[in-house]
């Protein structure tokens, strides 16, 4: 039996297959056998939609094209966005854009087994901080698709998974994955077998807000050789995606010793010539690279350890291949002797959600989660090495305090906190209030569970106020993983 992994990127995606039954590793992305990217064509005449390298090495040509084509240049990011994609309406949802890009990744796979069936199950990974909703959309896309998914997984905690047999020794690891979309920042803790996660921190500045702000350099000497000055947002959607697009691609090519940064474009009603240099990329990009060094040094003391106890960081993500950054983390004292860069970085989170596939049910919850009473005591609602999808249970309080009025009359405090086992005091997790009318021993309903897409959801009502039930939904928890034997 075969278990895939799919790591479903800003940029890119990608998809590893273990074989169960000969050991060996194969990998699904784009037509040319490297990543995917996660870019999107639609013809607005035919409605037909399309992705691939193809798209993306072209996608300058679409975009010249309004009229004809749409181009979304990373649909991962429309599954968080709130607004709806005006460009389509009908069958072409979220769902169904995603599941086109899925639906690619099954057929290569199909294609590579002969014809004999696409992917029927995988397990996902997802960033720090991917929304419930987000993650149900992109779970209703793989369901398009015809795949099921088996479980969610933080890609950092991913990554890890991939580089078990190298990590084992250790204790504490750090992954820093910085990617197209997000910087996620785990601990993570090995006790024999297993991968605890002691602590996680995204934040959503990476490869896309760096390609803009350079963008917007680049924008500034084009209309100072041409003059009068003009605002990068006054320019066309379309032109100014077409030179980010030209960005990400020079961006990638200072890399390389023999690349270069000449960008020839037309660009707001007039060809131009100029170039991107290294200089550029080390300006533009420091304060994403001091923000990122900064939410490191944060994760690791909000994990309450010391970076001294940090045995290795793993390094991986596309913006990790930032010069400045590889500076910056070289020359800190505090990191430069734990750093590790993994071999064949770009596939290391799906080979890492490939093998937590074929070990069905081998996580649990590493956490308490309470709920703060009157008195402050802590009534726990999930305890570590509890299972998703958990049963949905009742909890019955009565109203003692009538101090907390609301806009609307009395609302009721519905305090969350979390510890895991080990820990000296409880953090928080989640405040909301329920409305009531704020007689004493007034009757507040709560029901809750973790969900299937390793979720915490909770709603809360009081039967007096003839209101609907306030729901809250967390995606901030942390599991546990259990690896028996190598691999």
């Keep these: 039996m075969a278990h895939v992994g799919i790591d479903f990127g800003t940029t890119n995606t990608t998809c590893v297959e273990i074989d169960g039954r000969t050991r060996s590793i194969n990998k699904y992305g784009d037509e040319d056998g490297h990543p995917l990217p996660s870019i999107l064509l639609i013809d607005k005449n035919t409605g037909h939609v399309r992705c691939g390298r193809e798209v993306w090495e072209h996608q300058e040509t679409y975009l010249a094209q309004p009229h004809r084509y749409h181009v979304i240049s990373s649909v991962k990011e429309e599954l968080e966005s709130p607004n709806p994609i005006q460009i389509l309406s009908g069958e072409w949802t979220k769902p169904h854009l995603v599941s086109v890009i899925l639906r690619q990744l099954s057929e290569r796979y199909r294609l590579y087994h002969g014809g004999n069936g696409g992917i029927s199950t995988a397990t996902f990974s997802v960033p720090v901080g991917m929304s419930p909703s987000a993650r149900r959309l992109l779970k209703k896309a793989a369901e398009i698709a015809e795949i099921k998914v088996t479980s969610f997984v933080q890609e950092s905690t991913a990554a890890l998974v991939r580089e078990w047999n190298s990590v084992r020794a250790c204790t504490y690891v750090v992954v820093f994955d910085w990617g197209g979309g997000t910087l996620d920042v785990s601990v993570l803790e090995i006790r024999g077998d297993g991968i605890s996660e002691r602590w996680t921190q995204g934040l959503r500045s990476a490869g896309i807000h760096i390609d803009r702000e350079l963008a917007k350099l680049i924008h500034r000497r084009i209309v100072q050789d041409r003059g009068p000055a003009k605002p990068f947002e006054a320019v066309a959607d379309n032109d100014r995606d077409r030179l980010i697009c030209e960005i990400e691609k020079k961006k990638c090519a200072l890399s390389d010793p023999l690349g270069d940064g000449v960008i020839a474009i037309d660009y707001d009603g007039g060809e131009s010539l100029v170039e991107l240099t290294l200089e550029d990329l080390d300006t533009v990009s420091a304060p994403f690279v001091e923000d990122a060094m900064t939410t490191l040094s944060e994760a690791i003391v909000a994990a309450g350890i010391s970076p001294e106890r940090v045995d290795q960081i793993l390094v991986i993500g596309g913006s990790s291949k930032l010069p400045l950054l590889r500076q910056r983390l070289e ?157």
């Design 331 to 487: 020359a800190d004292p505090r990191f430069r002797a734990r750093l590790h860069w993994p071999s064949d970085p770009d596939w290391a989170v799906a080979h890492g959600a490939s093998i937590l596939e074929g070990r069905p049910g081998c996580f649990s919850l590493a956490e308490t989660i309470s709920l703060e009473l009157s008195d402050s005591d802590q009534l726990p609602l999930a305890d570590p090495g509890d299972t998703t999808p958990g049963p949905t249970l009742t909890l019955n309080l009565a109203i003692i305090d009538q101090r907390a009025p609301g806009a609307g009359g009395h609302d009721a405090r519905i305090i969350l906190n979390r510890m895991r086992p080990g820990e000296l005091k409880h953090s928080p997790l989640r405040r909301f209030t329920v409305p009531v009318q704020g007689f004493v021993e007034e009757e507040v309903c709560l029901q809750y569970a973790l969900t299937a897409d390793q979720t915490f959801r909770i709603q809360g009502v009081s039967a007096k106020t003839g209101k609907s039930p306030v729901v809250q939904e967390t995606e901030e928890l942390r599991f546990v993983y259990r690896l028996e034997g190598s691999h």
